[in-house]
């Protein structure tokens, strides 16, 4: 018999992972800057949310395509400062772009998304477990 060491956090951490595996492994796409994102599961759904102060939700992009979720979009704000003698411009702008590799308990068709105050949500349910199927033996007399 094999000890198989019991680890709580293992699929946030699989999540990880990919994550960073993702990330090194490069893309076709490119951004200036990355969301800090957290991920925290419960017991029928991860949660995914996304700093991205200063971006409109119709300026997010989000899709799902062969088990990997992404988020992409364009950061753009401008402030003006007039006061007698000078004039201040500021601007600040970027494209983002995150993945993350979805466990296979991930249902994608009920994934769900929402933006508030900078903060971007992004729920993903899980599937529910398929329960076993009890089998009835006939006798065939």
């Known amino acids: 018999m094999a000890i198989t060491r019991y680890e709580p956090w293992g699929l946030l951490s699989q999540l990880q992972r990919e994550l960073e595996r993702g990330a090194a492994e490069g893309s076709t796409a490119t ?37 990997v979720l992404t988020i992409k979009g364009e950061k753009k704000s401008e402030s003006k400062t007039e006061k007698e003698g000078y004039k201040r411009v500021e601007r600040t702008y970027g494209s983002f772009y995150r993945r993350f590799s979805l466990p296979d308990t991930a249902n994608a068709d009920a994934i769900s998304a ?10 993903i349910p899980k599937r529910e477990a398929v329960q076993p199927k009890k089998i009835s033996v006939s006798s065939a007399e």
């Not at 994102?37 to 991205?52: G, P, S, W």
């Not at 933006?115 to 729920?123: A, F, M, P, R, Y």
């Open 31 to 67: 951004a200036e800057w990355a969301p800090a994102v957290d991920i925290k599961e419960d017991a029928n759904r991860f949660v995914i949310h996304a700093d991205i102060p200063g971006v409109k939700p119709e300026e997010i992009d989000i899709s799902m395509e062969d088990g």
């Open 114 to 123: 929402s933006s508030k105050h900078g903060v971007l949500e992004v729920v």
